[in-house]
């Protein structure tokens, strides 16, 4: 059996026995490239080596013991597996094939790579995954090729297996051992410009010394771009090199040498080097028939292809009549009920991971996809989402309440577990513990934390747009005897929280850590999530001087101020125990469903807040690390994030690219399509789908919730800036706005009524528009965008009821 083959003897359907890597550097070898000589020690090795050792089945043991949202676990299984494999002893048969192989090199030094047997297919890439090992010599070549087995179990790795749900799939790894070329010059290419996508265009990046200084993104190169036809040098951008990594003149191995301020300033290749080297990649390029990424090195007046892979991040070439993003988007979305335009969002909060198959149909039987679409530029973001799902999930959880309760309490009982699990990892999760971290440690924390915003996001889903409407629907579905009257009345109490909500509960938090002597700098981190919102997190000080402000009076006298809270809270829960007393059975029945619904409601902001916090604490390790600037953190995927800061380093140009336009469609599968675009006529065409449909169903026509009831007719004024538009109001008018502050108050007295986008039951704008007796519809979404300065409305807040009357001219 043999247990090596020469890159010769290997092309790239060979991915099964060599590996990603050994099957592209045999197939280059095999269409003449300048690869540097070398073998694999092919899969088989590794798995004889797992059989004569008997490992297979430890490993599979240990492996079951998993729990990806567990650190430990996978930490844990991490260290015994990498130190069964690297204390078992080669059989002997192995190890003197790859000695054999070695001499036959004729090289003292050699590079080791990691080639996985699953690396770079459309679902999974594992490079970057698994261990190299540049300079190896003689004494150290097993014990390398050894470590290379065990990096198939480096927490990563492991955690990488369960995210892309290969825990249950084979997988295998190969072992690269290849000639080293002592670089002069070296480093990495894209056939095809991975920013602007044009196909006319490659880049090559170069540095001095190996090429693992640009990979690990510890230097900045020199970056050229190439036009294909004609062929010719479009774009140079030199940096300057203060130090490179190269071989150890004695016993192999790495070491960082300065450069010469005079060499470190100078360009890296000549411009004919760099059309010579254009020559290659196209070459390569057309050899496997798409766009592909190249690692390369230069010695001794030659170029020498390392490494070459398929460039995965491209979306496919426009093809006539082929849809963008937006239109696609618009074509899932025909059918289904989608939310009013959102804003105030971002990239990084909105691809946690909307995972239709991978979350919510681990709970719910109701398997309906869907998707969200997200376009955004420097100063703007709208994004439209499908709700179909979610009122489906709502419907379903009503009913399984309604006759089987035991169904229902497995829903709750997840929520809770899910909390506690996030609120241990925010305690967990500090400052100063993120930068005690491995990156390889960081990423798998991100991942889990990912994980638990998504379960809660998916848990909870059936609570979010459950609402009056679908209530009375359901209610006739189940038979109920409750009349209409009465779930009005069911309701307006219901939507009360009985609970404390998430302001008393943040009251009472700040509290404790006062008490507890904290130092404003750990209750500042401690309190972060107060603000965290889809589009902004506090620093430090924002967080120390908000917490100052809003919650002044507690801070100087916590005592008087808990005890007012719990007085009042006293008072709710005796008029709440009066009142549930008198209902009857199906009352309470519905009146508890409704305060489950606001209760998880509730609580998902904080726990939102939370896990996509510490996911953004872990982007700010990398991106200081790579140098970039947080602010781009909001344009960047969570996806990417996984990736760590060799990414980041080599896509930072691209990451500010986004900020002039960039959209991102989150399919129900958790795929993720991107295209960078004009944000005005994406956003233009996003909003006109909406509006348009809206137009068809509802009419002249806007339906809220009433804030207050009332009925009266007026003339409609949007206010959005008060302070720059509040003189076009007058006695009597109408007020439509997002939702009001208490500098609005002044506005809300000269108002007829009050219209709102957004607001609950205990919103601003319904408490103050019940006081003043107003008529007051909260919780349109749309007021702000179906009216106009100047329209007739009639406002029919006893059936949260805006009716256009008659256009403005």
């Known amino acids: 059996m043999n247990f090596t083959r020469n890159f010769k003897q290997i092309s790239k359907s060979d991915t099964a026995i060599a590996g990603g890597k050994g099957a592209s550097l045999g197939e280059m070898t095999q269409a003449g490239l300048a690869v540097p000589p070398g073998f694999v020690v092919l899969s088989a090795a590794f798995e004889k080596f797992l059989e004569e050792t008997d490992l297979n089945a430890e490993i599979d043991s240990i492996l079951h013991s998993v729990n990806q949202k567990e650190m430990h ?8 597996i990498k130190d069964l494999i690297l204390k078992a002893e080669i059989p002997k048969d192995i190890k003197d094939e790859i000695k054999k192989e070695f001499k036959n090199l004729k090289s003292k030094f050699v590079a080791v790579r990691s080639s996985a047997t699953a690396e770079d297919s459309s679902s999974a890439a594992w490079a970057g995954q698994l261990d190299s090992f540049l300079n190896t010599t003689e004494e150290t070549l097993l014990a390398n090729v ?9 927490p990563r790795a492991i955690f990488y297996r369960f995210e892309k749900g290969l825990h249950n799939s084979k997988i295998s790894v190969a072992v690269v051992i290849q000639k080293m070329i002592e670089s002069e010059v070296s480093g990495i290419a894209f056939s095809v ?12 990046e170069a540095g001095y010394g190996l090429g693992e200084a640009i990979v690990s993104g510890q230097i900045t190169p020199d970056s050229y771009v190439v036009e294909k036809e004609p062929r010719r040098i479009i774009d140079k951008n030199i940096s300057i090199q203060e130090r490179g990594i190269y071989r150890k003149l004695k016993d192999g191995g790495n070491e960082w040498q300065n450069i010469p301020p005079k060499k470190g300033q100078r360009q890296k290749l000549t411009d004919k080097q760099i059309l010579e080297l254009s020559e290659l990649i196209i070459k390569i390029e057309n050899h496997y028939g798409f766009p592909v990424d190249i690692e390369w090195a230069y ?4 170029f020498y292809i390392t490494q070459s892979r398929p460039i995965t991040t491209l979306k496919a070439k426009d093809k006539q009549g082929e849809k963008n993003l937006i239109d696609k988007f618009i074509a899932l979305s025909r059918n289904q009920e989608t939310s009013p335009p959102i804003r105030n969002l971002s990239i990084f909060a909105q691809t946690l991971g909307w995972n239709t198959e991978g979350y919510y149909n681990k709970y719910y039987s109701d398997e309906t996809p869907f998707s969200l679409f997200l376009t955004v530029n420097k100063n703007e973001q709208v994004l439209l989402m499908q709700l179909d799902k979610a009122k489906k999930l709502s419907r379903e ?16 009982k997840a929520h809770e577990d899910n909390k506690k699990e996030i609120e241990a990892f925010y305690r967990k999760l500090t400052y100063d513990f993120v930068q005690s971290k491995s990156e390889e440690q960081l990423i798998n924390f991100a991942s889990i934390s990912r994980d638990l915003f998504c379960e809660s996001v998916a848990i909870t889903l059936f609570a979010r747009d459950f609402d009056k409407e679908i209530c009375l629907q359901l209610l006739e579905e189940v038979g109920s005897n409750i009349s209409l009257s009465r779930l009005n009345q069911l309701w307006d109490k219901g939507v009360i929280p009985i609970c404390r909500s998430f302001e008393t509960r943040r009251l009472f938090y700040l509290a404790e850590l006062l008490k507890k002597n904290k130092s404003w700098d750990e209750i500042s981190e401690s309190c972060q999530f107060f603000e965290a919102n889809y589009n902004k997190f506090l620093t430090l000080e924002e967080s120390e001087k908000m917490l100052k402000n809003k919650f002044n009076s507690l801070i100087k006298n916590p005592r008087k101020e808990l005890i007012s809270i719990r007085k009042q809270e006293k008072n709710i829960i005796l008029e709440y125990k009066k009142w549930f007393s008198a209902l009857l059975g199906e009352e309470k029945m519905l009146f508890n469903f409704i305060q489950t619904i606001i209760r998880l409601r509730d609580e998902r902001k904080d726990l939102l807040a939370k896990s996509s916090l510490i996911i953004f604490k872990i982007a700010q390790n990398f991106f200081k690390k790579a140098d970039v600037s947080e602010n781009l953190i909001y344009f960047y995927r969570v996806d990417e994030l996984l990736n760590g800061t060799n990414y980041l380093q080599h896509n930072k140009i691209e990451l500010k690219n986004r900020l002039n336009g960039y959209s991102v469609l989150v399919n129900y599968n958790g795929l993720i399509e991107e295209e960078y675009n004009s944000f005005n006529q994406t956003k233009n065409k996003l909003e006109k789908f909406y509006f348009r449909r809206q137009e068809k169903i509802l009419g002249n026509k806007v339906i809220g919730q009433t804030g207050s009831p009332g009925k009266v007719q007026g003339v409609a004024k949007v206010i959005m800036n008060i302070s720059k538009e509040k003189d076009k109001f007058i006695e ?5 706005t997002g ?3 208490p500098e609005f108050v002044h506005l809300m007295k000269k108002s007829s009524a009050i219209i709102t986008d957004e607001g609950g039951i205990t919103s601003h704008a319904a408490i103050i528009s019940r006081e003043l007796k107003k008529p007051c519809i909260i919780g349109t979404k749309i007021a702000t965008q179906v009216l106009h300065d100047g329209d007739l409305v009639e406002v029919d807040a006893d059936k949260g009821v805006v009716r256009i009357m008659e256009r403005a001219k």
Not at 397 to 412: A, G, L, P, V
């Open 299 to 302: 010695e001794s007046d030659k």
């Open 73 to 80: 676990t996978v930490e844990n299984a991490s260290e015994k």
């Open 397 to 412: 959880i009503f009913k399984e309440y309604w006759n089987n309760k035991k169904s229902f309490s497995i829903i709750i």
């Open 146 to 154: 050894q470590k290379c087995w065990a990096s198939l179990f480096t």
């Open 732 to 736: 009597g008018d109408i007020l439509v």
């Open 739 to 741: 939702m009001t502050r």
């Open 193 to 204: 410009h991975p920013v602007t996508e044009d196909h006319n265009q490659l880049i090559i």
